[in-house]
T-cell receptor, first 113, second 118 residues
Framework: NAGVTQTPKFRVLKTGQSMTLLCAQD?????MYWYRQDPGMGLRLIHY???????AKGEVPDGYNVSRLKKQNFLLGLESAAPSQTSVYFC????????????FGPGTRLTVT | AQTVTQSQPEMSVQEAETVTLSCTYD???????LFWYKQPPSRQMILVIR??????QNATENRFSVNFQKAAKSFSLKISDSQLGDTAMYFC???????????????FGQGTILTVHP
């Protein structure tokens, strides 16, 4: 039982390049989330999904796209990376229930030069 | 929209002593959940403690306890018998329950860096 995993752990991109971050969970959770963490600002929600085949925008969606073709996977795409997207990206998953706990992946540190 | 404020960017404490981290929030909801997450240098987000707003009793988890003041919209974290392994960034977070138009989004505060000195 791996929980939530993220690929890759680190990446350096040049401005204008594209990439996809992969999040996978093996807990059969319905809800999945992508956050970004910047210094002094806590974590902010980029996009989220309430089930397979559904996605929606969070607080800071501009410049990102997502897809959830399979329940266990949630992909975050950057079509044309910008230096402002330099950040640490976290994926999380959760399910309805008494605990309401979100389980986080280990994070991906992305640097855009 | 909900907001969460942590007014202490940094705190320090001596090993074995007690420290309290502050958090205030703003919401018009009556039913919600509050959390404290710990982020050590490894970057992993670890749930420390949770509080349901409808429960008057303050949550406790071993050395960690909260002081939940619903009317004042305050949710502080007390760490007793501090240990070197408690050194981390601590985030306070707010959540509306899943269901209806809510999707379990977490709203985070800015974080407090806690350093435990030997």
């Amino acid at each position: 039982n791996a929980g939530v995993t993220q690929t890759p752990k680190f990446r350096v991109l040049k401005t204008g390049q594209s990439m996809t971050l992969l999040c996978a969970q093996d807990m059969n959770h319905e809800y999945m989330y992508w956050y970004r963490q910047d210094p002094g600002m806590g974590l902010r929600l980029i996009h989220y999904s309430v089930g397979e085949g559904t996605t929606a925008k969070g607080e800071v969606p501009d410049g990102y796209n997502v897809s959830r073709l399979k329940k266990q996977n949630f992909l975050l795409g950057l079509e044309s990376a910008a230096p402002s997207q330099t950040s640490v990206y976290f994926c999380a998953s959760s399910t309805q229930g008494l605990s309401y706990e979100q389980y986080f992946g280990p994070g991906t540190r992305l640097t855009v030069t | 929209a909900q907001t969460v404020t942590q007014s202490q960017p940094e705190m320090s404490v001596q090993e074995a002593e007690t420290v309290t981290l502050s958090c205030t929030y703003d919401t018009s909801e009556n039913n919600y959940y509050l959390f404290w997450y710990k982020q050590p240098p490894s970057r992993q987000m670890i749930l420390v403690i949770r509080q349901e707003a409808y429960k008057q009793q303050n949550a406790t988890e071993n050395r960690f306890s909260v002081n939940f003041q619903k009317a004042a919209k305050s949710f502080s974290l007390k760490i007793s018998d501090s240990q070197l392994g408690d050194t981390a960034m601590y985030f306070c977070a707010f959540m509306k329950p899943h269901g209806g138009t809510s999707y379990g989004k977490l709203t985070f505060g800015q974080g407090t860096i806690l350093t435990v000195h030997p």
